[in-house]
């Protein structure tokens, strides 16, 4: 099927929306005593309450014979086999390959890619320990104790998140820096602090051409060798990981300090694979095994549970009511955790670059809606912040709410208004609270009639704001693995119903080819007239702001 507009269940979801949309969750709890149990689900670690989303069972059931009509199972199975299905890209998508913890074949052109994987998580494994255990020294036979990953995108994104997630696993005394951007603040406040006796970079680039890594990475050079004068210190200071042996060479990284990876691997999927090089350092590589362990005990619920009791497949369905019949823009992420503070920007990337697309498998313009904006910050902060038009404002925004029962460590009764907050968050958005409520409360409270009037339209909620409630035991290296291989399914399953590539991302290229044009033309004073004449302008208004001329 090309789209999903075109499948049986399509119409039929449209009369569904029109008899449900203005149904309350509300009273839909109290016509089901049994709702919460059957709207939740357990994968492994990771608990989903979806209880509170505008759904009744007519609704999960043509979801899910929705997915079926666009062949979301076959299409499962066609990634854990190693089809080729970034097809514009000529590429099989197997992140899934990289945390494999059951070592079962998994073959591209009819190689098993195991042995390559485990060869390069024992690379790892052993530069990882030298480092940490200060075996693997600088040129003055100091050990390391700054690491400066130098990525941009899916190089820096993941490993910056889930290094920072799980910063209470963390080796006291080995910091780890992450840059990213081309403004030359990021890597000179970064390196301000720093000694180049003791600090190690990681060159981190799929391609190794990427012009902001690529530049930030020769200045890193320069800065160190202020220090050590001499190229020869250059291998004990600088490892590459990508998957471009040449270009390394060229750099002038000894390929013996490269850790590779594979073009199955897309950037924003590749925290697994030896981009992670940053998370091993920093937790130690038995921590890092642990993070893909919890996201292979996601991968096999998601190639293995039928699609009713499957999270991502719930997950992923879910947003698809949202986005083509309730017509959402957005999508809130709000993980009440400040360790989980990358998350919600992490998971921008992977949703809005792999969904963001509006051509279907076979070329066809959609004819529907594709991935929402994904946005979010972590509870409580976003409470004092945005939360008012989530509440009140006019537009419906879908909200995963994410926590951990327990932190150890921390105080408990603190860690207890955190939970209080999130639950209390989720049940006023569904509730809300009706004329008569407020009603009864000013009245209870001795208010003047006329002030109670003036103020009682202001102070309504109504209330049937959908929510996904997902919590986990504990912030682990495992528990955390699960949650994000729980998100990239998710993505996947919305990916295939919409019958989009989830995997390419023609559209970050166009930008990064017209600056190359650009950057030159800003070189001299002449005055620019090739561009539209907005773009024209601004140059011309650049060229003279920048000589103060203006
Ligand atoms: C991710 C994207 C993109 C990519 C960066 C960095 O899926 O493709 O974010 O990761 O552009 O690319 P390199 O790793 O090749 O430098």
């Given at each position: 099927m090309s789209k999903p507009t075109q499948t049986q269940a399509w119409p039929k979801l449209q009369k569904h929306f029109q008899q449900i949309k203005e149904q309350h969750m509300q009273d839909m709890f109290a016509k089901d005593s049994k709702r919460f149990s059957n709207y939740s689900l357990q994968a492994g670690q990771v608990f989903l309450d979806y209880s509170k989303n505008r759904i009744n069972q007519e609704t999960m059931k043509l979801l899910f014979s929705l997915a079926r009509d666009m062949d979301l199972e076959p299409r499962i199975q066609a990634m854990f086999n190693g089809e080729k299905i970034n097809f514009t890209e000529h590429r099989s998508v197997l992140h899934i390959a990289l945390r494999n913890r059951s070592n079962r074949a998994i073959m591209v052109d009819g190689q098993d890619v195991m042995p390559e994987v485990n060869r390069v998580l024992d690379k790892m494994s052993s530069f990882s320990s030298r480092v940490r255990q200060g075996r693997w020294q600088g040129w003055t036979k100091k050990p390391i104790k700054d690491v400066v990953n130098i990525g941009i995108g899916g190089s820096d994104l993941g490993p910056k998140m889930v290094t920072k997630a799980l910063s209470a696993y963390a080796k006291p005394g080995l910091n780890i820096h992450f840059v990213s951007n081309v403004d030359p603040a990021h890597l000179e406040n970064t390196l301000a602090t720093l000694d180049q006796q003791t600090t190690l970079f990681i060159i981190a680039s799929k391609t190794f051409t990427t012009q902001e890594t690529m530049f930030n990475a020769t200045r890193a050079r320069e800065w160190f060798l202020k220090g050590a004068m001499d190229e020869m210190h250059i291998p004990a200071h600088f490892v590459a990981v990508s998957t471009n042996t040449s270009r390394v060479r060229e750099f002038g990284i000894d390929p013996e300090n490269m850790f590779s990876f594979w073009d199955w691997v897309g950037g924003r999927f590749s925290l697994w694979s030896a981009i992670g090089l940053p998370i091993a350092l920093s937790i130690g590589?038995?921590?890092?095994?642990?993070?893909?362990?919890?996201?292979?005990?996601?991968?096999?619920?998601?190639?293995?549970?039928?699609?009713?009791?499957?999270?991502?497949?719930?997950?992923?369905?879910?947003?698809?009511?949202?986005?083509?019949?309730?017509?959402?823009?957005?999508?809130?992420?709000?993980?009440?955790?400040?360790?989980?503070?990358?998350?919600?920007?992490?998971?921008?990337?992977?949703?809005?670059?792999?969904?963001?697309?509006?051509?279907?498998?076979?070329?066809?313009?959609?004819?529907?809606?594709?991935?929402?904006?994904?946005?979010?910050?972590?509870?409580?902060?976003?409470?004092?912040?945005?939360?008012?038009?989530?509440?009140?404002?006019?537009?419906?925004?879908?909200?995963?709410?994410?926590?951990?029962?327990?932190?150890?460590?921390?105080?408990?009764?603190?860690?207890?208004?955190?939970?209080?907050?999130?639950?209390?968050?989720?049940?006023?958005?569904?509730?809300?609270?009706?004329?008569?409520?407020?009603?009864?409360?000013?009245?209870?409270?001795?208010?003047?009639?006329?002030?109670?009037?003036?103020?009682?339209?202001?102070?309504?909620?109504?209330?049937?704001?959908?929510?996904?409630?997902?919590?986990?035991?504990?912030?682990?290296?495992?528990?955390?693995?699960?949650?994000?291989?729980?998100?990239e399914h998710k993505i996947f399953v919305q990916g295939a119903v919409w019958n989009i590539n989830s995997f390419d991302q023609w559209g970050v290229e166009l930008g990064k080819e017209l600056a190359r044009v650009i950057e030159p033309e800003l070189e001299d004073d002449l005055e620019v007239s090739s561009h539209d004449p907005s773009t024209n302008g601004l140059i011309n208004v650049w060229k003279a702001m920048s000589r103060n001329k203006v």
């Open positions: 590589m038995d921590s890092f095994i642990e993070l893909l362990s919890g996201a292979h005990e996601m991968d096999e619920h998601f190639r293995n549970s039928p699609l009713e009791q499957n999270m991502p497949a719930v997950m992923g369905m879910l947003g698809i009511w949202y986005s083509d019949f309730f017509k959402a823009q957005t999508h809130a992420l709000l993980p009440y955790s400040q360790y989980l503070e990358e998350f919600p920007a992490y998971m921008q990337q992977a949703e809005m670059e792999s969904n963001g697309k509006s051509v279907t498998l076979d070329g066809q313009q959609t004819d529907y809606e594709t991935a929402p904006v994904i946005w979010g910050e972590p509870g409580t902060n976003g409470q004092h912040a945005f939360f008012q038009l989530l509440h009140q404002g006019t537009r419906l925004v879908p909200c995963d709410f994410i926590i951990f029962a327990r932190q150890p460590n921390h105080h408990p009764k603190q860690h207890r208004l955190l939970l209080a907050n999130y639950l209390a968050q989720t049940e006023a958005m569904m509730t809300g609270r009706t004329k008569a409520q407020v009603l009864k409360e000013m009245q209870a409270g001795k208010r003047p009639g006329k002030e109670i009037s003036h103020l009682l339209p202001h102070r309504v909620f109504p209330g049937n704001r959908p929510s996904n409630s997902i919590m986990l035991p504990e912030l682990t290296p495992k528990s955390l693995g699960a949650l994000i291989a729980l998100y």
